[in-house]
T-cell receptor, first 110, second 113 residues
């Protein structure tokens, strides 16, 4: 079992719709969870961090964490073509190491 | 948040040679992390570099192939040694910034021919 798992996609949504990205992790002791956006040829850019169960909202983005189910999600409301990118789920486990999932490619079409 | 200057941004190298990648941070940080991103893949942690001690390498990565230096709290280098085409990847350095998460350098795109 991979430490952090994501559906590779592509996930295609129309402009204005809600995009839902999901991630599961194996280390039950993980405490910090991050969503990064990566455009082609660029380095990852932090979008959201979440540390406790529940929802965390920042603009059009909402991160959701359920530690009992070892599940993290990212919702993007009012999706825009500029949101088209690869979204990486990352989990901070033991020894301060950040472990990445394989990423989900999101395509927002006009 | 911290600003990381990484160089070179890209290079094309002959097999059998070595390339040293540098990362300079605009603030002092305890740990720096080096990642590899192979074409179409996600990020894989190579090693963690602490100032004043040997780097800690992840499974599948060894010091002879990827020697790391960390001479002070703002600078680190990663060397890719005796390169082969399989080393063609993007290499990224990263620092942790508490609740601000992890910040990445702009990456080094390496092509080995």
């Amino acid at each position: 079992q991979k430490e952090v798992e994501q559906n590779s996609g592509p996930l295609s949504v129309p402009e204005g719709a809600i995009a839902s990205l999901n991630c599961t992790y194996s280390d039950r002791g993980s405490q910090s969870f991050f969503w990064y956006r990566q455009y082609s040829g660029k380095s990852p850019e932090l979008i959201m961090s979440i540390y406790s169960n529940g929802d965390k909202e920042d603009g059009r983005f909402t991160a959701q964490l359920n530690k009992a189910s070892q599940y993290v999600s990212l919702l993007i409301r009012d999706s825009q073509p500029s949101d088209s990118a690869t979204y990486l789920c990352a989990v901070k486990g033991k020894s301060d190491k950040l472990i990445f999932g394989t990423g989900t490619r999101l395509q927002v079409f006009p | 948040s911290a600003v990381i200057s990484q160089k070179p941004s890209r290079d094309i190298c002959q097999r059998g040679t070595s390339l040293t990648i540098q990362c300079q941070v605009d603030s002092q940080v305890t740990m720096m992390f080096w990642y590899r991103q192979q074409p179409g893949q996600s990020l894989t942690l190579i090693a963690t570099a602490n100032q004043g001690s040997e780097a800690t390498y992840e499974s599948g990565f060894v010091i002879d192939k990827f020697p790391i230096s960390r001479p002070n709290l703002t600078f680190s280098t990663l060397t890719v040694s005796n390169m082969s085409p399989e080393d063609s990847s993007i290499y990224l350095c990263s620092v942790e910034q508490g609740i601000r998460g992890y910040t990445f350098g702009s990456g080094t795109r390496l092509t080995v021919v």
